[in-house]
């Protein structure tokens, strides 16, 4: 027997209650993806960033004008990925009225969609000290935090491309690595303009992160000398991040900036119903489909601490 409304008291409008729970409770958990990339929409398979090289120095003006050549940069490509899941309710806890029960269902469901969510976005820092090709392919193979970036432009990389460190978070740490990332440079080892405003830690160094960075005095000196990092940075510590110990300072104009931090949305999560004639079961399931990447790399420094 199929699932009509008749006999299975309304599926339209049991579908339309469900779809109200799933995005309501999706809705209202918390999601940090928009904070960490820069979020666009796609209609292609995948999508193709290209990049261009910058310039050097200008020279003074002799008479004539010095036309530069600019090398063509890295080029990355984003591939977003699928994912559903499903539940399914039985005809018998409908005659029932189990309502509670009942409803509870897309409630998990969606609860288990935003962690998903969070899961992959976490993925960028949880991968950053190796290569991660899930979603996307990087001309220049090597990760994101690392002390081997290179340039298309044949100019050196002894100074200003290197943004990783393996120290523990603490006040020498902090300033080592606010240092670094002041230095970095740019395709033609040019200097560049690089403001880290942002500190990310696992939960587990919340106490740390805290008095490092939000207190108005040192912590670890007994005359409570000035912090020079207070006032200078955000903090946020992410649930998603299983390393204890690894930790991340970024800017976060240049994380979000075109050539940043990239994170598409080429399906966001729906709620839809799919019918079962022979099981006597209504099932409905959740879909998405996303991906994302880094562009440039001079947004970030990763501490991976062994």
């Known amino acids: 027997m199929a699932l009509t409304s008749t006999n299975f008291n309304d599926v339209r409008e049991l579908t339309a209650r469900f779809t109200r729970i799933f995005h309501e409770t999706y809705d209202e ?63 018998a806890l409908m005659d029932d009225d189990q309502h509670e029960v009942i409803d509870s269902r897309p409630k998990s469901l969606a609860t288990s969609a935003s962690r998903q969510m969070q899961t992959e ?43 990783l460190i393996t120290g523990a ?57 000035k912090n020079v990092h207070y006032g200078e940075y955000e903090i946020a510590d992410w649930e998603y991040l299983p390393d204890t110990n690894n930790w991340f300072m970024i800017d976060k104009s240049m994380m979000k900036a075109a050539n940043g931090n990239i994170w598409i949305d080429r399906v966001k999560p729906e709620f839809a119903f799919v019918e079962s004639f022979d099981e006597i079961i209504g099932k409905w399931r959740v879909y998405f489909r996303v991906g994302h990447g880094h562009y440039d790399w001079r947004w970030i420094g990763g501490s991976s601490v062994s």
């Open 29 to 91: 958990l918390p999601d940090r993806v928009g904070d960490f990339f820069l979020r666009i929409g796609s209609t292609r398979v995948n999508q193709r960033f290209s990049s261009v090289g910058t310039f050097g120095a200008i020279p003074l003006f002799t008479g004539s004008v010095s036309y530069a050549d600019v090398a063509q940069g890295y080029d990355v490509t984003l591939t977003p990925l699928e994912f559903a899941a499903g539940m399914q309710i039985e005809r």
């Open 169 to 225: 978070l603490n006040l020498t740490n902090l300033a080592t690595m606010r240092i670094q990332m002041r230095g970095y440079r740019g395709d033609q080892a040019e200097r560049i303009s690089i403001k880290p405003n942002l500190i990310v830690y696992p939960v587990d160094l919340y106490v740390e992160g805290f008095e490092y960075i939000k207190s108005p005095d040192r912590p670890d000196t007994a005359n409570r000398a």
């Open 121 to 163: 976005g976490a993925r960028f820092l949880n991968n950053a000290f190796s290569i991660d090709s899930r979603y996307n392919s990087h001309s220049e193979a090597v990760a994101l935090c690392s002390n081997s970036h290179t340039t298309t432009s044949g100019a050196s990389t002894a100074s200003g491309f290197d943004n």
